[in-house]
């Protein structure tokens, strides 16, 4: 019987130019081959995006499993109108039913807009601010932790970098930090290593330092899969 695995995540999940893809590396070391992977990872997301797109798939579709690797603390998701565009700003992002206005984060690509500057700016004129924002993408984090565990779905979640101390100075310049783990957040079905810092441990950054390289990502999965809540 073909099982239906739910990816949610950021372009750290997404497949892109590599071989083999994500998709296909947890296929090969968790899944098997058999198994159906549905992947509404997008780059520049964030938190909230992950959330209204986990709630809104569950709630249509039978799942078997969900995976969601959560990302930066510092971006910021707006619901939008379906037909709703900025010009020249290609991050109004829908990848299954709501459509989300996405700032990418503390240097994101809202910097290179007039209109996306007059929205997101005030998120990130200050520290205060920062720190509002990041809140808000923790408690993202903790309802779509909630939603898998009232809907009887099994998971494992992680975030893509290690939000109290991040591999690189660039990462926590982009994403974002906190000084202290969430307490709000359940570790029942958490996976303690992440995937950034352990391909930084392993020269399996690309040279952005912010993606992996899949060569890696592969040892990545392998070194935890013991922790995976999922039967084949």
Same mark, same amino acid.
């Given at each position: ?81 379906? %037909? ?23 240097t994101g690509?809202?910097t290179g ?16 601010? @920062? ?45 974002? %930090? ?10 029942t079905h ?7 810092? @352990? ?25 935890? %899969? ?7």
């Amino acid at each position: 019987m073909t099982k239906k695995i739910l990816f949610l995540g950021c372009s750290n999940l997404k497949n892109d130019w590599q071989k083999p893809s994500k998709e296909q590396i947890w296929k090969d070391v968790i899944f098997g081959q058999d198994a159906e992977i549905v992947n509404l990872s997008w780059p520049g997301v964030g938190n909230q995006f992950i959330f209204g797109n986990c709630v809104d798939y569950v709630t249509d579709n039978k799942i078997d499993y969900v995976y969601a690797q959560f990302t930066g603390l510092a971006r910021f998701d707006i619901p939008s109108n379906d %037909k709703y565009a900025i010009p020249n700003y290609d991050y109004c992002i829908k990848t299954y039913k709501r459509r989300y206005l996405c700032s990418g984060g503390k240097t994101g690509s809202w910097t290179g807009n007039k209109r996306t500057n007059q929205i997101f700016m005030p998120c990130y004129f200050n520290d205060e601010e @920062y720190q509002h924002v990041a809140k808000e993408s923790i408690q993202a984090v903790a309802s779509t932790l909630w939603f898998l565990k009232q809907q009887n779905v099994p998971h494992n979640w992680t975030f893509f970098y290690d939000i109290t101390n991040p591999a690189t100075s660039d990462q926590e310049l982009y994403d974002g %930090k906190v000084d202290v783990f969430p307490t709000l957040l359940d570790k029942t079905h958490w996976i303690d290593k992440d995937p950034h810092s @352990y391909c930084a441990e392993h020269n399996g950054l690309q040279q952005d330092g912010c993606h992996f390289l899949n060569s890696v990502y592969k040892d990545w999965v392998e070194s935890i %899969k013991d922790q995976i809540n999922y039967e084949r």
